[in-house]
């Protein structure tokens, strides 16, 4: 069956970095795209942005452009997000999730299905 | 930033039909999908593409979109879809989530 498995929880210091993987089973890689989305404790859903497991081309949401990079390793079926200088306003569940329909550039109008479990990131001095 | 507006909670009596509405300037450009989400698990998709339903996803659950307004249907609700229900639209390329709206069947 189509699967995403995440990495474990993280706990980070202010101003450092992490950096989340999401691995794929059940289906070609190459084809669907991944996207990430965050959850704040007690809050709702935020979407970061998307990669292209095909050629790696990304979309990212205005306001964490500065300091998230996705990218992916065809070779294993892994996508990552990495977020950098991070705050304690970061301190959320993680979310990989494959992008439907397949497709390799034009991601509007896709739905996300399925969801990984989810990884826990803390920030915290 | 474009935002879609959701209510933030809503109450039904088991059996009766929950109407959770998603409102937005751009909802009618683009499809909408619906996700449930239960406490302490990752969302599922509900209702794709307006109004597609995934395979294993009860036919209780329906969608339908017009004009502005995205509309999410449950016929006969069941204790077991008490969740928070999230509407999710697109502003070229980039996705938006609406707030969600907690359901509670009482």
């Known amino acids: 069956q189509v699967q995403l498995v995440q990495s474990g929880a993280e706990v980070k210091k202010p101003g450092a970095s992490v950096k989340v993987s999401c691995r794929a089973s059940?289906?070609?890689?190459?084809?669907?795209?991944i996207s990430w989305v965050r959850q704040a404790p007690g809050q709702g859903l935020e979407w970061m942005g998307w990669?292209?497991?095909?050629?790696?081309?990304?979309h990212y949401t205005q306001r964490l452009q500065d300091r998230v990079t996705m990218t992916k390793d065809t070779s294993t079926s892994t996508a990552y997000m990495e977020l950098r200088s991070l705050r304690s306003d970061d301190t959320a569940v993680y979310y990989c999730?494959?992008?439907?329909?397949?497709?390799?550039?034009?991601?509007?109008?896709?739905?996300?299905?399925?969801w990984g479990q989810g990884t826990l990131v803390t920030v915290s001095s | 930033s474009y935002e879609v507006t959701q209510s933030t909670s809503m109450s039904v009596s088991p059996g009766q039909t929950a109407s959770i509405t998603c409102s937005g300037d751009k909802l009618g450009d683009e499809y909408v999908s619906w996700y449930q989400q239960r406490p302490g698990q990752s969302p599922v998709v509900v209702i794709y593409q307006d109004n597609k339903r995934p395979s294993g996803i009860p036919a209780r659950f329906s969608g339908s979109s017009s004009g502005n307004t995205a509309t999410l249907t449950i016929s006969g609700t069941q204790p077991m879809d008490e969740a928070v229900y999230y509407c999710q639209a697109w502003d070229t390329n980039i996705a938006v989530f609406g707030g969600g709206t907690e359901l509670t069947v009482l």
């Open positions: 990669i292209s497991a095909y050629n790696g081309d990304t």
């Open positions: 999730a494959r992008n439907s329909p397949p497709n390799r550039g034009v991601i509007t109008g896709n739905w996300f299905d399925p």
């Open positions: 059940g289906y070609t890689f190459t084809t669907y795209g």
